[in-house]
């Protein structure tokens, strides 16, 4: 057990979910996971919104843009979403989880298990955003993911703000420091002892509950020698355009703005063209 549990088995059937404030060690957790679930021959794709995961078990780094083509590969991976805004990086996964689900619904030969790990999960699965229309595709991924052999860990630094059924759905949980009031009730929901003990925890140090039973884990820093790999993003110009509206394919706003402009101004002068012809047709 290298001093701290995971049940790999039930991981595949359920998930996994980390909570903790920022540097109370979740991330550093959630690689010492993907190390495991790599061992055992499970595919690993992170989403990973604030370049976490540079220093990880992750083969391979892809950077990739609002431009760039979905790319979904056979090796465990690192999706750098760190340049697109909040809205583009939730396109991004809601496409990819998308694509994933249709590829594996026609594959019927290759299922190899694979594990999506959703960094910041409260961007991509807010609290009541199962009964939004926006979140559909990942929510098909939680619930019905598993007849399919993708299954996915969710860590987030604001527990409380984490859709309440994604989080139920997953049997193991580790629970670290916070002093996040909301936080600390509801997750006061979820284990056996005194919630206000997350608030003494140190870093490394988490409350694990699956079942019920509830314990105090400690997990070791996570280190490695090995460079990863970047991969260059493939383009995909004929993307819709960023969502501030800066750039259409690759034309500035303004200059776009000037071609519409001219546009109007010929349709205007051939209306009143054609309402001198009718004036004089008339007389």
Known sequence: MDGWPLDIDEALKSGLFISGTSGSGKTNLAKLIAQR?????????VFDPSQAWHDSPIPQIIKVGAYDATRIFEGSTVYDISLMYVQQQREYVERFCRELFQQRV??????????????????????????????QELYRIITVGRNYNIRYMLITQFAALVDKTCVKMTKQRYFGYSDELNDVRY???????????LVILKIGEFLYDYGKQTK??????????EKPNFIKPVSQPENPAWTAGAIVKGQPTNQKSWENA??????????IIFLILLAIIRH
């Open 37 to 45: 679930l790599m061992n055992e021959g499970v595919t690993v794709y």
């Open 106 to 135: 026609c594959d019927l030969q290759s299922r190899s298990p694979i594990f999506l790990v959703f960094e910041e999960a409260q961007l991509y699965l807010p609290e009541g955003g199962s009964r939004s229309k926006a979140f």
């Open 187 to 197: 997750i006061a929901n979820f284990i056996d002892i005194e919630a206000h003990k």
């Open 216 to 225: 105090l884990i400690h997990t070791p820093p996570y280190h490695t020698r």
């Open 262 to 271: 001219a546009r109007n101004l010929i349709m205007i002068f051939w209306l």
